[in-house]
Nanobody
Framework: QLQLVESGGGLVQPGGSLRLSCAAS????????IGWFRQAPGREREGVSC????????HYADSVKGRFSISRDNAQHSVYLQMNSLEPEDTATYYC?????????????????WGQGTQVTVSS
């Protein structure tokens, strides 16, 4: 059974950093492109970042460019989201997603599998 499990969320002060992890099981991660999305209360789900199957290319939402970095380790069945210079506006539940294929997307409609999410709260 294909499963994605996020971890690494928590409470952090503005300007701080967190590293989110997404552990994949039940499928070969190297056959999938991966995305990170987030959703804050009362707001639509937003694509944050994604990475191609081969890690050749990554995409970022304008709101996180220069602050967030996505990476993957297919051998470890894991994908990571390094988040620096966090702002209160980054507060949300963060989800890891997977889709079969080479290319990634920041549209939630393109993804087949979703994790349960991990909460990130940025507050002083």
């Amino acid at each position: 059974q294909l499963q994605l499990v996020e971890s690494g969320g928590g409470l952090v002060q503005p300007g701080g950093s967190l590293r989110l992890s997404c552990a994949a099981s039940g499928f070969a991660l190297d056959g999938y492109s991966i995305g990170w999305f987030r959703q804050a209360p009362g707001r639509e789900r937003e694509g944050v970042s994604c990475i191609w199957r081969t890690s050749a290319i990554a995409h970022y939402a304008d709101s996180v460019k220069g602050r967030f970095s996505i990476s993957r380790d297919n051998a470890q069945h894991s994908v990571y989201l390094q988040m620096n210079s966090l702002e209160p506006e980054d507060t949300a539940t963060y989800y890891c997603t997977a889709r079969i294929g080479h290319y990634c997307s920041l549209s939630s409609y393109d993804y087949d599998y979703w994790g349960q999410g991990t909460q990130v709260t940025v507050s002083s």
